[in-house]
């Protein structure tokens, strides 16, 4: 069974700062991808960040030059480092990871879901 756990959401207001993170746990025997997804109150769900394995990163256009993604291997660990909150980057923000499991398939997995509420 894997799992993908995440933290670190909450409120913060416009102009501040949040860190999530994720630890992805269980039969894991690969990972291809690892990033952050979000979805907004009646909208769909939208790129925020993903890490390759050889360490590429890609950003949703709405983030760039704001959100910072890096993996910390020793802990095992996605970090996502927020910054100049905005109050359109309220929602709900989802681990995802692209890995092996124990089928030795490449699957998608995704978080529960944290929530992070900007607003003054």
């Known amino acids: 069974q894997v799992q993908l756990m995440e933290s670190g959401g909450g409120f913060v207001q416009p102009g501040g700062s949040l860190n999530l993170s994720c630890v992805p746990s269980?039969?894991?025997?690969?990972?291809?991808?690892v990033g952050w997804y979000r979805q907004a109150p009646g909208k769909g769900r939208e790129l925020v960040a993903t890490?390759?394995?050889?360490?590429?990163?890609n950003y949703g256009d709405s983030v760039k030059g704001r959100f910072t993604i890096s993996g910390d291997n020793a802990k095992n660990t996605v970090l996502l480092q927020m910054s100049s909150l905005k109050p359109e980057d309220t929602a709900n923000y989802y681990c995802?990871?692209?890995?092996?499991?124990?089928?030795?398939?490449?699957?998608?997995?995704w978080g529960q879901g944290t929530q992070v509420i900007v607003s003054s």
């Open positions: 269980g039969n894991i025997f690969g990972i291809n991808v």
């Open positions: 995802y990871a692209n890995l092996r499991d124990y089928t030795s398939q490449w699957r998608d997995y």
């Open positions: 890490m390759s394995s050889n360490g590429h990163t």
